[in-house]
């Protein structure tokens, strides 16, 4: 399989990936507000993250079968960390990607660039803080 066909077959799981995910949140009458305007981080989670690394976070996302690299299991940055939980880090990864300097960057996705769109700076990080509080409460004891 082409790299190309590799992509399309993952922007197709992740479309019903979401497709599954509620992406309206319920209001009254006809008119219903987005989902991102309320979300929680575990949704944010499941919306941005789930895809690759799967709701649970180890990496079992409906994508990952179709990526060169399989999806970092996020329950266990703590314990690959000394056992301290690295929030920069997160947050670094979280706006910007992953940079392999021998190898150039990932197939994960940014998100600061997306949070930023969704609102102001401010706002954006918020939403990487809130990602990376939830990440810290999947960590394996």
Known sequence: MTSRSVGFAAAIAAGAWLMATPLMAEGPGPMRQPAAAQDSAADSFVAYCGPCHGRKGVGD?????????????????????????????????????????????????????????????????????????????????
């Not at 994508?63 to 920069?88: F, I």
């Not at 190898?103 to 940014?110: E, K, L, N, Y």
């Open 61 to 141: 996302g409906p994508v990952a079968p179709s990526l060169k690299t399989k999806p970092t299991d996020l329950t266990r940055l703590a314990r690959n960390n000394g056992g301290r939980y690295p929030h920069e880090k997160v947050a670094m990864v979280l706006q910007f990607g992953v940079v392999v300097p021998a190898h150039g960057s990932t197939d994960m996705p940014t998100w600061g660039a997306h949070f930023r769109a969704m609102g102001d700076e401010a706002s954006a990080q918020r939403r990487v803080i809130a990602l990376s509080k939830h990440l810290e409460s999947l960590q394996v004891k």
